[in-house]
């Protein structure tokens, strides 16, 4: 048996360290309005962490699911697990997306997180 039960559970791990993140306040302490102070920890989540899913997750249902604003592209083409083709797996598993939920995955929502714009071609 190789390494692949090790990778059953990684994304606990994750969810793990993010609920504690939330749930401890971590974002609240560094929160600077002071009226925002009740904010629930969804809210947190939307404001403060991006996703970056590998090519072939259901995109298109996660957006369902959360929203466009948590995604974020992101590949590890040449690499295997990236695919020869990560943007054409990705959209293939985006069917009901629109151009607004396919451009906040591919660039805008990281422009977000930079806090700037990217510029124009």
Not at 27 to 54: C, G, I, W
Not at 59 to 77: H, K, N, R, T
Request: with cysteine; net charge negative; aromatic share 10%.
């Amino acid at each position: 048996m190789g390494d692949e039960p090790d990778g059953v559970a990684i994304a606990n791990t994750v969810q793990l360290f993010l609920a504690a993140m939330i749930f401890d306040d971590v974002f609240k302490v560094f929160q600077p309005n002071l009226m925002e102070r009740d904010t629930p920890p969804s809210e947190y989540a939307r404001r403060h962490l991006k996703f970056a899913p590998f090519p072939g997750e259901p995109l298109g249902w996660i957006s369902e699911q959360v929203g466009p604003d948590l995604m974020v592209c992101a590949s590890d083409y040449p690499h295997p697990e990236g695919t020869s083709d990560p943007i054409g797996k990705f959209e293939k598993s985006m069917p009901g997306c629109n151009q607004d939920d396919l451009d906040k995955f591919y660039y805008k929502n990281m422009e977000d997180v930079l806090g700037m714009k990217l510029a124009s071609p």
